[in-house]
C-alpha cells in the first residue's frame, strides 16, 4: 500500500516560512509606505535618503520578511476556507479533503538514490550518511509542490489575489569602475555579484550569470565584486591572486579556473592556480607584493558590508538588491532584469 504525507495547516505555514510556496503566483497591489524609521545622532538626523546603506538594506530586508509573512497568514486562511467550502459541497469531512488534495507519495529509495547521484559534488559524505536527510528534503519538496498545486486551484477557480503593500524600490549607490566585468559597457542593466571563492552558492551562480548573459545579450553587464567572508583566509588570497590576474588581462580564465578548482583550494596555493591559469609568474609575484591587490580586495569587503551584505552570492541589478533567493536564482534574476528594462521603455 502506497504511503502519503498529508499537509496540515502548521505545517504549511512552516513551509511558506522557509519561502519555498507559490509567492509568485500572487498578485500584489501597491500602497504607500509611510515616511519609515530613522535616527539623532551627534545632532545629525538620519531618515529616508540619507540613511547609511547598510540600514537601507537590512531594514528593506525586514519589510520583505514583513510581507512574507503576511501572505502566509491569508495564504494559510484561504487555504482552510476553500477546502472547507468544498468539503462542504461534496459532502466531505474537512480532514478526507485536505488528505486528498495535500497529500504526496513518500520518496522511493531509488528518488533518494537519484537525487545523491544528480548532485554528489555539493552533499559531503556518503549515501548512507545523508540518506536521511536527503529524503525529509524530498518529504518537504514533495508536499511543497501539492502545496503549490492546490494554490494555483485555488488562484483559477476563485480569483484569490494577495494585497500587500508594495515595497519602494530600494536603489545603492555600488563602485563599478575598475572592477572585472563582462558584457556590453554601455548595457542598460548592470548586474553586480558581491561573491566568495569557497562559497558553493557562489560557484553554483557561475552558469547562471553566464545563461543570464548569453540570453540578454547587449542588454546586460556583469560586474565582479569580492567579499571574501570565509574565516579560513583562503578567499582572501585568491581574490589577490585574481587582481593580479587581471592586471595580466586574465581576470575571467583565472577566476572560471578558481571556482573550478574550489573543492581543492585548501590544499594548493595561489602560486600554483597561477601556474596553471598560465600566468606571467614573475609579474604576479611582483604583484602580489605590491600590496596593491590586498588594498582592492580589502575595499571590496569594507564596501560590501557598508551596503549590509552579509552572505555570499549577494546580487544587485541597477542598484537593486536581489532578496535573498528561494531556489530559482535565474528566474528570480530575470525577473527583477525584466523589471528593469520594462521601467526603461
Given at each position: ?45 538620519y531618515r529616508g535618503d540619507n540613511l547609511p546603506a547598510a540600514i537601507k538594506a537590512e531594514l528593506y530586508q525586514l519589510e ?176 589577490e591572486a585574481a587582481v593580479c590576474a587581471d592586471r595580466q588581462g586574465q581576470y575571467w580564465p583565472f577566476h572560471e579556473l578558481a571556482f573550478e578548482r574550489q573543492n581543492y583550494l585548501k590544499n594548493i ?77
Amino acid at each position: 500500500m502506497l504511503k502519503k504525507l498529508s499537509l496540515s495547516p502548521l505545517t504549511f505555514r512552516h513551509l511558506k516560512r522557509h519561502g519555498l510556496v507559490a509567492g509568485m503566483l500572487l498578485g500584489v497591489t501597491a500602497l504607500a509606505q509611510a515616511a519609515g524609521p530613522g535616527f539623532h545622532y551627534d545632532g545629525q538626523q538620519y531618515r529616508g535618503d540619507n540613511l547609511p546603506a547598510a540600514i537601507k538594506a537590512e531594514l528593506y530586508q525586514l519589510e520583505q520578511k514583513f510581507n512574507d509573512q503576511r501572505r502566509e497568514v491569508i495564504d494559510g486562511y484561504i487555504v482552510n476556507r476553500y477546502v472547507r467550502e468544498r468539503a462542504q459541497a461534496e459532502g466531505k469531512s474537512f480532514a478526507q479533503l485536505q488528505q486528498e488534495l495535500l497529500s504526496a507519495p513518500l520518496p522511493t529509495d531509488a528518488d533518494v538514490e537519484a537525487f545523491y547521484n544528480a548532485n554528489k559534488a555539493r552533499i559531503p559524505g556518503p549515501l548512507e550518511q545523508v540518506r536521511e536527510q536527503i529524503k525529509n528534503y524530498l518529504k518537504q519538496a514533495l508536499l511543497v509542490e501539492k502545496q503549490r498545486q492546490l494554490l494555483e486551484m485555488i488562484v483559477e477557480d476563485k480569483g484569490y489575489q494577495v494585497e500587500l503593500a508594495a515595497l519602494p524600490q530600494l536603489r545603492l549607490p555600488i563602485a563599478l569602475e575598475g572592477y572585472p566585468s563582462k558584457g556590453n559597457p554601455d548595457a542598460p542593466i548592470t548586474l553586480v555579484e558581491f561573491a566568495d571563492y569557497q562559497c558553493p552558492h557562489c560557484k553554483n551562480a557561475g552558469p547562471v550569470t553566464k545563461q543570464l548573459l548569453k540570453e540578454y545579450g547587449d542588454k546586460v553587464r556583469l560586474v565582479y565584486r569580492d567579499f571574501p567572508i570565509n574565516r579560513s583566509g583562503i578567499s582572501r588570497k585568491v581574490a589577490e591572486a585574481a587582481v593580479c590576474a587581471d592586471r595580466q588581462g586574465q581576470y575571467w580564465p583565472f577566476h572560471e579556473l578558481a571556482f573550478e578548482r574550489q573543492n581543492y583550494l585548501k590544499n594548493i596555493s595561489i602560486e600554483m592556480l597561477a601556474e596553471e591559469a598560465e600566468l606571467d609568474m614573475d609579474a604576479f609575484n611582483s604583484c602580489l607584493k605590491s600590496g596593491e591587490p590586498q588594498q582592492i580586495v580589502a575595499g571590496s569587503q569594507a564596501e560590501a558590508r557598508e551596503l549590509g551584505i552579509t552572505s555570499t552570492p549577494t546580487f544587485f541589478v541597477n542598484g537593486r538588491p536581489l532578496p535573498h533567493s528561494h531556489g530559482d536564482l535565474l528566474a528570480e534574476l530575470k525577473s527583477l532584469i525584466d523589471d528593469e528594462l520594462k521601467s526603461k521603455n
